[in-house]
């Protein structure tokens, strides 16, 4: 069944970058201020900011949709039909994109404080950041 | 030396272990981590939090 969901991820605004860099490192694109994001059956619907692939007009799209309180954004998207290939780049409910989007907010916040990170693959799929500081 | 290891299991769940910090250093030097990550789910000091021992923090975001 298509339908719209919520990707269960809260992103600060101010952590808009983080997102970009892990849709990057997914190999998605942040089209920032791209106001409308693409589901089923070509419909369009509001967003602040969209994510795409690139090269890619058949997959669905992801919003980036403001809050009401306008500190956080939050994630909507169709999963039907694998979202034509959304979905095996950003993971199903979007989880992927939520880990490599933590992985980006903790380097980004442990780089600001001074520290050097050194990122690790383990088997189960976690992501280990060592961070260490003099 | 002051460590900082970042876990994040393949659905975002996210733990902060410290290591190398004095007394209560260490929440000082995850908090900015944590608050970006949204809401602390639980943050559990050990008994040797004098001691420069390792305090946990679990992110669900």
Redesign the interface.
Known sequence: MSHVAEIQLEIRTNQLDCLEKAAKHLGVELVREQQTFKHYGGRQSPCAHAIRIPGNAKAFEIGVILSGTGNTYSLQWDQWAGAYGMVDKVGANGDKLKQEYAVQVAMKHARAQGYSVSRQLKQDGSVVLKAVRA | ????????????E?T?KTGGFSGSACKD?TA??EK????KVSDTPTAEMNNANPIQAT?R?
């Not at chain 2, 030396?1 to 975002?12: D, L």
């Not at chain 2, 970006?36 to 809401?39: Q, T, V």
Request: glycine share 8%; net charge positive; aromatic share 0%.
């Open positions: 030396m002051k460590t900082i290891t970042i876990t994040v299991n393949p659905t975002g996210t902060i030097a900015a981590i970006a990550l949204g809401a992110n975001s």
